[in-house]
């Protein structure tokens, strides 16, 4: 079991070390925008990913963004988002990162916005900006190791069940009680045993970017597990929330987005207003969450979005989680204002309230730093529109 539990910490590590993991975000911003209640004075610290969201959060009205990842193609991801904010018009902004595409991707990205980049992302984006290469069924979001996990599933989908037209007629369905009658079909025949067994592989959800400590913390909750647990948030989905505006599973069945189905960015009026000056309110930083809140210096932080990355800590890196609320804790301090929003891919988050820290000279549990807002959450959880965790959080932290 040992040999078995270092291997699979050696595929993860090798994922997520290597690669770009999230070319998109799949966390929805609607929710964070209530639940965060950005003011006009809040800064913002969120963990990259796609970069998606922490332009949503300055559009929302962040005073700044702080985006932080340890994966540097993640921050070199929304670094080439910013320069292509900055010096594109928005017909190759959206081909770019609507579509997935862009004509003369080369001499675009060599005249216009490698310049703008900082050294570590333009010499990642020197090697792969033909990732925007135009070519049929290829897009950019079919490229990273989640987008390849859709390209697969994609092909799946059209190669051996046969059902490519039925899954678009669901994404273009006009009622739920279309997507209802339409997802019932596809219900049926989609659960192979194939897939099952694909589902149930750590090398499945380490491409999609699911620790297996992620992944066992569900699977104790959930008592049929993860499978179960997928299946039931694809009914959520797609019968039982509205698919007009799910920009997220979208994207991840055709590659694109629409002009009137895409993030908040991608619109014109509110690439106009990133062009005009809020992209400059955002900043990439390679670091952890724990070494940049250590680091961070100057203007206080009023917001952190933690996404679902403490899972990934409630085993052997015990330790970083211990180290990270110990970060917070004291950047906090003092703070009269500050709010944390985090995911779960479990049912409950009590080994959050149980993590140690000391806190003004005395040893505390966390949970007796936080004033849940737990009504709110659940309200805005069953609302999800990317619907891949078991629960959402919001807290304020004492001062």
Avoid at 27 to 53: F, K, W, Y
């Amino acid at each position: 079991m040992a040999l078995v539990s270092w291997v699979r910490g050696r595929v993860f590590n090798f994922v997520h070390r290597n690669n770009l993991v999230y070319n998109t975000c799949w966390e929805d911003p609607r929710l964070d925008r209530v639940a965060l209640e950005i003011q006009p004075h809040h800064n913002v610290m969120v963990i990259t990913s796609a970069g998606c969201n922490a332009l949503d959060y300055v559009l929302a009205g962040a005073n700044h963004v702080y985006a932080v990842d340890m994966n540097p193609r993640q921050n070199a991801l929304l670094d080439l988002k910013k320069s292509a904010i900055q010096n594109l018009e928005y017909e190759d902004f959206f081909s770019m990162f609507g579509k997935g595409q862009l004509l003369d991707f080369k001499e675009t990205y060599k005249s216009k916005l490698r310049g703008s980049l900082p050294e570590w992302s333009r010499s990642y984006w020197d090697r792969k900006i033909k990732y925007f290469r135009p070519r049929k069924k290829r897009s950019f979001y079919f490229r990273g190791t989640s987008g390849a996990f859709a390209k697969v599933v994609n092909m799946y989908v059209e190669n051996v069940l046969r059902m490519r037209p039925l899954v678009l007629d669901l994404l273009d369905a006009k009622s739920l009680e279309e997507q209802k009658e339409i997802f019932e079909i596809i219900d049926r025949k989609l659960w192979t045993g194939p897939l099952k067994f694909a589902m149930s592989r750590d090398t499945t959800w380490s491409l999609v970017g699911v620790p297996r400590a992620q992944r066992e913390h569900l699977e104790k909750q959930y008592s049929n597990g993860i499978v179960d647990f997928v299946q039931d948030n694809m009914r959520a989905v797609f019968a039982e929330l509205p698919i007009q505006d799910n920009y997220f599973w979208r994207v991840y069945v055709t590659g694109q987005y629409t002009e009137a189905c895409c993030p908040e960015y991608l619109k014109p009026e509110n690439f106009q207003k990133l062009k005009d000056g809020l992209v400059h309110k955002v900043s990439t930083h390679t670091d952890s969450v724990q070494h940049f809140l250590e680091k961070h210096e100057g203007h206080p932080i009023h917001r952190l979005v933690l996404l679902d990355h403490q899972d990934w800590l409630t085993d052997k890196l015990y330790f970083a989680l211990v180290n990270e609320w110990q970060a917070i804790a004291n950047r906090m301090e003092g703070e009269t204002d500050a709010r944390i929003i985090w995911r779960t891919g479990g049912l409950n988050t009590d080994f959050i309230d149980e993590v140690e820290i000391t806190h003004k000279g005395q040893k505390i549990q966390v949970g007796e730093l936080l004033t849940y807002n737990q009504p709110l959450a659940d309200e805005l959880h069953v609302k999800d529109r990317v619907h891949t965790y078991g629960a959402f959080r919001i807290a304020d932290i004492a001062a």
